[in-house]
């Protein structure tokens, strides 16, 4: 069965997955729920796409950074 979604690679960990920018609300991304700073955060490093998990990771990862201030 062929995908109606483009295929791409997390620009973080490199695994596979189907991008859904045209069904934005059907992406894996759109399950991680981003605050501003987060967003920011992670644009600062990354501009690409990205999968949950690693979403997830830099989620904590700045959760973290910020009780190490």
Do not use: W
């Amino acid at each position: 069965m062929e995908s109606k979604h483009e295929i791409i690679r997390c620009e973080r960990c490199g695994k596979s997955m189907e991008c859904k920018a045209n069904a934005f609300t059907k992406c894996d991304c759109s399950k991680v729920p981003l605050n501003l700073n987060e967003t920011q955060y992670i644009s600062e490093n990354y501009e690409g796409c990205m999968c949950a998990e690693c979403l997830l990771a830099l989620k904590e990862e700045y959760r973290i950074g910020l009780k190490s201030l």
